[in-house]
């Protein structure tokens, strides 16, 4: 009966904060929390809502970095613990949970596409052109071999 429950608030909560209304998602994720205390998924999203609502940093990484311990080989717990650094402007350190996230969980491509979007780019080779222009993609790709092999040769 409280499993369902808890199911249930956290469903709530869920579509609430997708739909970007994380204040209005924190009470339904702390019930989700309180009925089933042992649930990494629960933490983990309490985590991101209390980030996102309240700005408590401390608590949510705490809770995001429980859930992460509890079941290691879940992608989606090292996404929302990376989102909770991000959301608290600490960029390097939702990296480092990104990589942390592909050496337990590596076929999923989430954390691929996360990692990329926190990582910066380096600058189009031509700057009058723009980043997708057909020749700035060419020299990019050069550009990055050739860094590449001076990498190897260091």
């Known amino acids: 009966m409280m499993d369902t429950e808890a199911f249930r608030e956290f469903k709530t909560g869920l579509t609430l904060l997708r739909d970007n209304y994380a204040i209005k998602a924190l009470p339904h994720m702390r019930r989700a929390v309180d009925l089933d205390k042992n649930n990494p998924y629960y933490m983990s999203y ?3 809502v209390l980030a996102r609502s309240e700005h ?3 608590e949510a990484e705490r809770l995001c970095d429980s859930a992460v311990r509890m079941k290691r080989n879940q992608a989606q717990l090292y996404l929302n613990l990376a989102e ?3 959301t608290a402007g600490r960029r390097d350190e939702a990296v480092e949970a990104l990589q942390s996230g592909l050496k337990f969980a590596r076929r999923d491509v989430r954390l691929t596409i ?3 979007k926190l990582t910066e ?3 189009p080779v031509l700057s009058f052109l723009g980043r997708r222009h057909p020749l700035n993609r060419q020299l990019g790709v050069l550009r990055h071999r050739a860094m590449k092999v001076f990498r190897q040769t260091a």
Request: aromatic letters at 14%.
């Open 46 to 48: 309490l985590g991101v």
């Open 56 to 58: 408590k940093w401390g």
């Open 84 to 86: 909770v650094y991000a």
């Open 114 to 116: 996360a990692m990329n």
């Open 121 to 123: 780019r380096r600058p």
